[in-house]
């Protein structure tokens, strides 16, 4: 069971927006910056998000993230088929010591 | 351009010995910390532990410690995840990634290696 919980799915029509959540506690989200990845079949998770809601360059603004409290959003507009792929919350658990992920969430562009 | 390199897949028998690398280039090696990571077939992302390659400073998940030990050599740019007896359990995709200073993100990952362990 992962720390961090994440819904196992999602699904949108292509042109559609979806909202990813990703629910933590005051020792990870609640005082740590949020990081996504998005993981495309057969290959290594892609950063997406850093710090809540910056994009890495190269990462178009139809992906963006937001924090509130102890929980973390990813959203992603102008859905295309390309977007089908796994994607993952993380960030650092000052408790425990170490890196969190979320369990995954599947996306589906019906 | 950042980039880290893994070794290539291995097929290994219960108890054998196993060391995987990833090699660093295109940043300065030793100022960065380099996690592991584990994704189990069909499963999702599991965090192992984590070395700065600048003074070796090493920390492990609850769940690994003493399970695996994570190296690195600054000489080569090149960090290490080992195992001293493997079993069929361990077999995974293994990723490595550059963690910021924060350490709450991964900027850059390795393209993995695939560790198979059966008999």
């Known amino acids: 069971q992962s720390v961090l919980t994440q819904p196992p799915s999602v699904s949108a029509a292509p042109g559609q927006k979806v909202t990813i959540s990703c629910s933590g506690t005051?020792?990870?989200?609640?005082?740590?910056?949020v990081s996504w990845y998005q993981q495309l079949p057969g290959t290594a998770p892609k950063l997406l998000i850093y710090?809540?809601?910056k994009r890495p360059s190269g990462i178009p603004d139809r992906f963006s993230g937001s924090k509130s409290g102890t929980s973390a959003t990813l959203g992603i507009t102008g859905l295309q088929t390309g977007d089908e792929a796994d994607y993952y919350c993380?960030?650092?658990?000052?408790?425990?010591?170490?890196?969190?992920f979320g369990g995954g969430t599947k996306l589906t562009v019906l | 351009e950042v980039q880290l390199v893994q070794s290539g897949a291995e097929v290994k028998k219960p108890g054998e010995s196993l060391k995987i690398s990833c090699k660093g280039s295109?940043?300065?090696?030793?100022?960065?910390?380099i996690g592991w990571v584990r994704q189990m077939p069909g499963k999702g992302l599991e965090w192992l532990g984590i070395?700065?390659?600048?003074?070796?400073?090493?920390r492990y998940s609850p769940s690994f410690q003493g399970q695996v030990t994570i190296s690195a050599d600054k000489s080569i740019s090149t960090a290490y995840l080992q195992w001293s007896s493997l079993k069929a359990s361990d077999t995974a995709m293994y990723y490595c990634?550059?963690?910021?200073?924060?350490?709450?993100?991964?900027?850059?990952w390795g393209q993995g290696t695939l560790v198979t362990v059966s008999s």
């Open positions: 070395i700065y390659p600048g003074d070796s400073d090493t």
């Open positions: 990634a550059r963690h910021t200073d924060s350490l709450e993100t991964a900027d850059y």
């Open positions: 993380g960030t650092w658990d000052s408790r425990l010591s170490f890196a969190v």
């Open positions: 005051s020792s990870n989200i609640g005082n740590n910056y």
């Open positions: 295109g940043y300065s090696f030793t100022s960065y910390w």
């Open positions: 710090d809540n809601n």
